[in-house]
């Protein structure tokens, strides 16, 4: 927690090639969660625990509500870490592939009500692609788009402590087929 919380941070220019299927999704989650290569469920955490770590954020070079070309600081970022830096002019920017994954657990407070969402999109343009994913038990949001343009299609966001769903900073890509669950 607080300034030793970890998180998946993928930088501006970086990209993650997190590629699942149906049947072997990728799970991120917890260093406590004891589940094993094949397994979809934890065989030790609760579904409903949240807060073990952090999350995953991608950040792009895609247009945010800033001045054109200036960038922002992603909160849960300290600023001095320059790899929370995202926006930028290019549109169609690519940080890679994110499907058929399920992050669970996250969202650890790291400072007076700032949290890491589930999955925050810092400035990811339309290049990238997300498809069939799930949010299950974060602290905070479960999905937060920080402006960019990318497109999110299947999400699933599953007890989430604040907004399941959540856009700033004129996010301009589109959500097709989500459901949000809280129990």
């Given at each position: 927690t607080g300034a030793n919380?970890?998180?998946?941070?993928?930088?501006?220019g970086a990209k993650i090639m997190a590629e699942g299927t149906a049947s072997s999704p990728i799970i991120f989650t917890s260093i406590m969660d004891e589940i094993m290569p094949g397994q979809i469920a934890s065989p030790n955490l609760d579904v409903e625990l949240d807060a073990l770590w952090g999350g995953l954020l991608v950040l792009g070079n895609a247009p945010i509500s800033v001045k054109t070309g200036e960038t922002a600081q992603i909160e849960?970022?300290?600023v001095s870490d320059q790899n929370g830096l995202y926006g930028g002019t290019n549109a169609t920017d690519n940080s890679g592939v994110i499907k058929y994954v399920s992050i669970r657990h996250g969202g650890t407070n790291i400072g007076e009500g700032n949290e890491i969402n589930g999955l925050t999109l810092g400035g990811v343009g339309s290049g990238?692609?997300?498809?069939?994913?799930?949010?299950?038990?974060?602290?905070?949001?479960?999905?937060?788009?920080?402006?960019?343009?990318?497109n999110v299609k299947n999400a699933i966001v599953w007890n989430a402590g604040d907004d399941a769903i959540d856009a700033d900073q004129n996010w301009t890509g589109t959500l097709d087929n989500f459901l949000v669950m809280n129990p």
């Open positions: 919380a970890s998180a998946l941070i993928v930088a501006r849960g970022i300290p990238t692609v997300i498809e069939n994913i799930e949010i299950i038990a974060n602290q905070d949001d479960g999905i937060e788009w920080f402006g960019g343009t990318v």
